[in-house]
């Protein structure tokens, strides 16, 4: 029987900012709540008001997202045509290089991607993402059926190839088998090992959406445990992460073993709008009554920044970072 662990000292979150780039994408998931069927991708001076919006919050982190494979969808070639791109990744890099020169740190997570675009936006990044979700290609089709696991498998892959430091996880409560979660969490791993790549495993409950066309299956307390002590036996050195704002367990599950909050944003949770964030405020009352420290972290974890695992480009605005008070621990 799952057991809980003692607690932790410190729980990580990154001030995050989510920065929507288009919301079209080619797949028609039935769980989504993110996919729109109109509209082009974000111009100039939307993408600007945006990034200005983030620095006033005092984010360090902007999470760039979007649908996956755009550049299949007419509506979006055209609308990057207009503004001179050849390709989505390049408007997502030069989206980046925005970021970068308002002092925030991106991390991207637009879907599955070519080796040479993950290279394009390594430069431009301070870490990078993509779920894997599960890994059993027939479950998938039932409830993704334009989803290639072995290209979301190819990607990260890649991505260790090319030394990004990478988020991953998986996807759970959707009426998937208890030993697709524990395989997908052994792939995790094993790809880890390969690489060293994989910084923070999420796990994600899916919760039901406007959009949606699935029910949820929630998961029991002890099933989750049981998830987070296999993560803590086959990757040690990995962060768990629990998205506060969609799992109702998560006091407990910190508690169990759990490290890390993800992004918390004063906005809403574009994917999971009708579940908003609680304040910083709320959750470092809720930890401190627990004798347990919120503890702000940047996009690329500390053991990658001091790996270097960074571009010319990122460093100058990593290190301005770091300057501040809150993450000079980044340097011990």
Request: aromatic content about 10%; charged content about 20%; proline content about 7%.
């Amino acid at each position: 029987m799952a057991r809980l662990a003692s607690n932790p000292k410190n729980i990580t979150f990154s001030p995050s900012f989510t920065l929507p780039v288009t919301r079209r994408c080619s797949n028609t998931c039935l769980y989504c709540g993110f996919r729109e069927a109109e509209g082009g991708v974000m111009d100039p001076a939307e993408v600007e008001a945006w990034l200005l919006r983030a620095r006033e919050k005092d984010c360090s982190e902007v999470l760039i997202i979007s649908g996956e494979r755009v550049d299949e969808i007419p509506a979006i070639r055209k609308s990057l045509a207009e503004r001179k791109f050849s390709d989505f990744g390049r408007y997502v890099a030069a989206v980046c290089r925005l970021a970068l020169q308002k002092g925030l740190l991106p991390h991207t997570n637009i879907g599955i991607l070519a080796p040479s675009s993950l290279a394009l936006l390594k430069e431009v990044n301070a870490s990078m993402g993509l779920m894997v979700e599960n890994v059993d290609p027939v479950f998938g089709r039932s409830v993704h059926p334009h989803k290639i696991i072995e290209q979301r498998l190819a990607t990260i892959e890649n991505a260790g190839k090319l030394c990004i430091p990478f988020t991953t996880g998986i996807l759970v409560g959707l009426g998937e088998s208890p030993g697709s979660r524990m395989d997908s969490l052994d792939w995790i791993a094993g790809v880890h090992r390969r690489y060293g790549h994989i910084q923070e495993v999420i796990l994600q409950n899916y919760v039901v959406n406007q959009q949606s066309h699935l029910q949820a299956f929630p998961l029991s307390l002890e099933e989750w445990i049981d998830l987070i002590a296999f993560c803590r036996e086959k990757m040690p050195e990995v962060k768990i992460q629990i998205p506060p704002n969609l799992n109702p367990l998560w006091p407990k599950l910190v508690l169990s073993g759990v490290d890390d909050l993800g992004g918390i944003s004063g906005e809403i949770d574009y994917v999971n709008p009708q579940h908003p964030w609680e304040s910083i405020s709320f959750y470092q009352r809720h930890f401190c009554s627990g004798g347990i420290t919120l503890v702000p972290r940047l996009p690329v974890y500390r053991e990658y920044y001091q790996r270097t695992w960074f571009s010319r480009e990122v460093g100058p605005v990593l290190e301005a970072w770091i300057q501040r008070h809150e993450f000079r621990y980044y340097r011990q």
